[in-house]
């Protein structure tokens, strides 16, 4: 029996990087899952690659009508949901606060920020009736200290909303038997991460007590211990993976 046999998790920004990866990992562990992205070809092509345990829905996470739709899928699929992964996320702009344009900085949070609240506004209905559920939020270590050298006051500012949001619904719904929590990945090796960076570790590594930067399968991991039973005493809490980066 897998660690997440009985689990319908719907998981965002599924077509590429983390959430490909969590998005294998969860039904290799016997979750049915609904993968969503607007990346509409790469995510059918992954979905298909899964079988009938996962379900591809186009999505715009930072709209809620798109957000209706995928529950809606999901549950007429496999019934309740009762695993909420918010992962999709984007960087954003580089560059002083001053040099940001509105546009540029309401982009960012409306993904990242907008599009975890939608999803945890609509999800959570189901969860109840499911009798419970588990909310992994994927925020960053921008969400727990500040980033030198790189400006963006967008991102962080957005990743320091999801870690607070995290523990909010944790307070709110833990009466329900829904659990909330927030990972709070380092570098680590997904696309995005090579196109802010322009690397593959080099350079980044030596911020990195580790020496490396992460695999998107060590993420998958943490996700699936939040997402499953296993953690079941643990919520509102943040969860870091960071090869130590913050302990400097």
């Known amino acids: ?13 599924a077509s590429q990087g983390m959430g490909e990866e969590h998005a294998k990992a969860f039904v290799a562990q016997g979750a049915k899952v609904i993968l969503t992205d607007i990346n509409d070809v790469d995510g059918q092509k992954l ?3 899964l079988g009938a345990d996962a379900l591809f829905v186009k999505h715009d996470v930072a709209k809620e009508a798109d957000w209706q739709k995928v529950l809606a899928d999901g549950e007429a699929r ?16 580089i560059a002083a606060t001053v040099d940001f344009d509105e546009a540029d900085y309401q982009w960012v949070c409306n993904i990242n920020q907008l599009g975890v609240f939608l999803g945890m506004k609509t999800v959570i209905p ?18 727990l200290v500040a980033i030198y050298g790189s400006p963006n006051l967008a991102y962080v500012g957005s990743k320091f909303a999801v870690r607070g949001m995290t523990k909010q619904i944790a307070v709110e719904y833990g009466k329900q038997n829904i659990r909330c929590n927030s990972i709070h990945p380092g570098y680590i090796k997904t696309p995005m991460m090579a196109a802010a960076t322009d690397e593959d570790g ?9 020496g490396r ?5 060590e993420v998958s991991n943490l996700a699936i211990f ?13 969860h870091v993976i960071d090869g130590g980066m913050t302990a400097l």
């Open 126 to 143: 189901s969860m109840i009736k499911a009798g419970g559920g588990a909310i992994v939020n994927i925020s960053s270590i921008a969400g």
């Open 213 to 217: 930067l992460a695999s998107c399968s």
């Open 47 to 49: 979905a298909d690659s």
């Open 78 to 93: 496999f019934g309740l949901v009762n695993v909420l992964v918010n992962n999709a996320g984007v960087i954003g702009k």
């Open 1 to 13: 029996m897998g660690r997440l046999t009985g689990k319908v998790a719907i998981i965002t920004g």
């Open 226 to 238: 939040l997402a499953s039973d296993e953690s079941s005493f643990i919520t509102g809490a943040e």
């Open 202 to 210: 080099g350079e980044a590594t030596s911020m990195i007590p580790l």
